[in-house]
């Protein structure tokens, strides 16, 4: 099975507060796309690093961007 | 619950009517029921009230543009620009007024300064200003909120986050007064283009020296940020920069002001939900959102179609006007359960006074620590803000839901 390893840290965007900016899609282009809705999701498998993914959930101005590593 | 229809059929065509200046949610609540998509001889464009549909119509900045400068709303630019050069030439680096590609580059001078980790810095200050500036209204009979409170507190802090001197913050209202008259689509006033275009013309003459200066001994505000942006190569023009100072001069403090104001009213009529948030004052954020729905400073946003397409059965035309009423959306029953009732707790909230999409407000985490800071102060400190104006006006115009005056009385605890 194909995954994420294990280091690799997570993102969840909460869709209650995202806004459709795109701002994340700018600052980290390989883990964040818009779904039909016009939200922004996370693609674990995507080519990001992450100080990207880390910059994107800051720059988010709606705040709707968390950042976990899995234990 | 629809409410009774008088005996004369109401017209839905005077969007500067009494009764759609006035009292909106319940104007928009009838063209909802009725059409929530409506052609609009009058404004000559599609009046948009359902929540779904207005969120669409923001998402689809491909087929809804905001470009002033193409399609139908070109030709009020064009008459005016030939007169007020200065003026249009401004507002043509303003990115509220574009699509991208170059929206995303005017953006991108700004959206790292008003990130929610950006605008926390601020927040000591805020909340220094918030308990200064309330302190003077202490004990009074009658205070002029607006003037002494909703307008100082933010005006203060854009102008010292930015790096101009709060001195000239009286200068400052009127101008972005007259800059406001030209934006809100302001109903009744011919010379706003005159008086709009004089105000843009003293705003760049007090911001440029500042941006030459900051160009030469940069210092810890955001116009030293902005002269010295350079993202992958791509700088800014002097008149960009200084444009988007007076953007954000202007939409800095002038919805945040009627946030303020609005959100006073608000709880003037509901105040059990003052007791609520006094009483925890965990409630302060989504308290400012629920004021963010029920009596946001944003009546509506006007687009125009690029392409034919559809919303809600009804066929739009390329050329199109297309106007999103924020107010209605916000009080769609068939999204917001209760939508009457202002509810501090409410959540989620998903409210589209911001907008939505690649245009939603740059300020919103600025204007949302301003409120949230000055409700928690004034409910914990007050019993009561309570409104003496007997008869509340509201400016006569399309965008902004902005009150002509607001006298109250601070009641101690």
Not at chain 2, 150 to 170: D, M, Q
Request: glycine residues 6%.
């Amino acid at each position: 099975m194909s995954g994420p390893a294990p280091e690799r840290p997570r993102a969840t965007v909460d869709h209650d507060l995202c806004a459709g900016i795109g701002q994340c899609l700018l600052e980290a282009p390989g883990a964040f796309r818009f779904d039909a809705e016009g939200m922004s999701t996370f693609d674990p498998h995507g080519p990001w690093t992450e100080t990207a993914v880390r910059r994107a959930a800051d720059a988010c101005p709606m705040a709707a961007i968390s950042v976990t590593t899995d234990g | 619950m629809p409410e009774t229809l008088s005996a004369a059929p109401q017209s839905f065509d005077d969007l500067l009517s009494e009764a759609a200046v006035q009292t909106p949610t319940e104007f928009y609540n009838r063209l909802r029921e009725q059409e929530p998509v409506y052609w609009n001889p009058r404004w000559n464009g599609w009046i948009v009230t359902g929540y779904r549909d207005v969120m669409a119509g923001f998402r689809d900045h491909e087929r809804l543009s905001s470009d002033r400068f193409a399609g139908p709303f070109a030709k009020d630019m064009a008459d005016s620009g030939s007169r007020y050069r200065q003026l249009i030439d401004f507002m043509n680096h303003w990115m509220f007024t574009k699509d991208r590609p170059y929206h995303t580059h005017l953006r991108s001078l700004v959206n790292t300064a008003f990130t929610p980790r950006s605008v926390e810095v601020l927040r000591p200050r805020i909340q220094q200003l918030t308990a200064s500036l309330a302190e003077s209204l202490r004990g009074r009979d009658r205070v002029n909120l607006m003037a002494e409170f909703a307008f100082t507190l933010p005006v203060i802090v854009i102008a010292e986050y930015l790096g101009i001197p709060p001195e000239s913050r009286e200068n400052l209202r009127a101008w972005s007064d007259d800059l406001g008259a030209v934006v809100f689509f302001q109903g009744g006033n011919q010379d706003r283009f005159e008086t709009g275009g004089k105000a843009m013309e003293q705003l760049a003459e007090l911001i440029r020296p500042i941006v030459r200066d900051r160009a030469r001994n940069p210092r810890e505000d955001l116009i030293s940020g902005m002269v010295h942006a350079e993202l992958d190569g791509d700088r800014f023009l002097e008149d960009e920069i200084i444009s988007n100072v007076v953007l954000m001069v202007f939409a800095g403090h002038e919805t945040t002001m009627n946030l303020i104001a609005n959100g006073v009213v608000a709880f003037d009529r509901f105040p059990g939900e003052w007791q609520r948030l006094a009483d925890d004052q965990g409630l302060a954020r989504t308290a400012v959102e629920e004021v963010l729905r029920y009596d946001g400073p944003i009546r509506a946003l006007a687009r125009w179609a690029r392409e034919p397409f559809e919303l809600s059965g009804r066929r739009i035309d390329t050329n199109d006007r297309v106007l999103l009423v924020q107010h209605a959306a916000n009080h769609d029953p068939t999204f917001f359960p209760h939508a009457d009732r202002f509810d501090v707790g409410r959540w989620p909230n998903k409210h589209l006074a911001f907008g939505q999409g690649i245009h939603t407000c740059v300020g919103a985490p600025l204007a949302r620590l301003e409120a949230q800071e000055a409700f928690a102060y004034l409910a914990r400190e007050f019993s009561a803000v309570e409104v003496l104006t007997p008869d509340l006006r509201y400016s006569r115009n399309l965008v902004s839901r902005s009150l002509l005056g607001l006298e109250v009385r601070l009641h101690e605890r």
